[in-house]
Structure formats: structure tokens, C-alpha cells
């Protein structure tokens, strides 16, 4: 069965090549070719060229595979770390909840 490539948004297509080439910078700024990464990444030069293209159907355990071989693999903790928006909804549903009465507690 063939793995279906997910279907993104131009933006979005932009943000996963853009990601393609800051991992493709990484690698020609450490002076290693695509061989050497792919081998030390234990993944397929295309699987490289691919990731390093923006490639939104390599999996995201390549992505990884390819950080660890840069040693940048610490940089996957950066990922959704500060969460704005969720800390933003959090927020406005901590403020909402209403106290309970304290003569509700007691009045039988």
C-alpha cells in the first residue's frame, strides 16, 4: 500500500521548506556531505534529500534521525515549548470559572 503525502496549505508548504534548508545549512556549515549525514543518520541519501527539500511525507523520526546526526537533536525540545494560545485559553477559562456561594454551603 502506498503512503499517502499529506496535503498542506502553500503556507505551510513554505514553513516545511524553509525547515529543509536550515537542516541543509546545518549540514554544508559543518562541511559533511549528503553521504555522511545520510549514512550517520542511518537513513537513505534520498530520505536527505528529501527532508532537506521540505518533504512533508518523511517521517518526522527522520527529522530526528538527521538533528542527531548534526548534533542539533535538543533543538526537537524547542517544538511547541511556548504555547501562547494554550496558556492564553487556559487562562480565560481560570478567570471564568465562577467561586461557589459560601451561604450555599450552609444553609440547611
Do not use: C
Not at 46 to 51: A, D, E, K
Not at 62 to 84: E, G, R
Request: charged share 35%.
Amino acid at each position: 500500500m502506498k503512503n499517502k503525502r499529506p496535503i498542506l496549505l502553500p503556507k505551510h508548504e513554505r514553513v516545511l521548506k524553509q525547515v529543509g534548508e536550515q537542516f541543509k545549512l546545518a549540514r554544508l556549515r559543518r562541511k559533511l556531505s549528503m553521504e555522511h549525514v545520510s549514512e550517520r543518520a542511518n537513513i537513505a541519501k534520498s530520505t536527505l534529500w528529501r527532508i532537506e527539500k521540505g518533504d512533508p511525507g518523511v517521517a518526522m523520526g527522520n527529522y530526528y534521525q538527521v538533528l542527531i546526526a548534526l548534533s542539533l537533536d535538543k533543538d526537537i525540545l524547542q517544538l511547541a515549548s511556548d504555547d501562547i494560545f494554550g496558556r492564553k485559553l487556559q487562562d480565560i477559562e481560570l478567570m471564568s470559572k465562577k467561586k461557589v456561594s459560601k451561604r450555599n454551603k450552609g444553609s440547611k
